[in-house]
């Protein structure tokens, strides 16, 4: 079994405060874990209203599934025009 933790740190540009920011990041995290079934919060940047980190889990019996998946992932979040992806990071776990 593979685990992998993709992190994900994001711009907001449309975000003009705090309740939008958690609007965005309300409907993307609800469309990726009903899409792919992964589990993902916010870890870093809770205050600000134009940055976030998104901490997202993967798991497969194949590494390079799980790495499919991952770019699958990264692909909705840039289709999202709302949301520009500044940096990624995949670490495997196990």
Do not use: P
């Amino acid at each position: 079994m593979s685990i992998g933790l993709l992190t994900v740190d994001c711009f907001l540009g449309e975000s003009l405060s705090l309740k939008d920011k958690r609007r965005i990041l309300l409907s993307l995290t609800e469309r990726l874990r009903r899409e792919f079934n992964v589990a993902l919060c916010e870890v870093a940047y809770h205050n600000q209203w134009q940055r976030s980190k998104l901490a997202i889990v993967l798991i497969n019996t194949d590494w390079r599934i799980l790495q499919q998946s991952q770019n699958k992932i990264l692909n909705l979040i840039e289709k999202n025009g709302r949301i520009n992806v500044i940096d990624t990071e995949l670490e495997r776990l196990r």
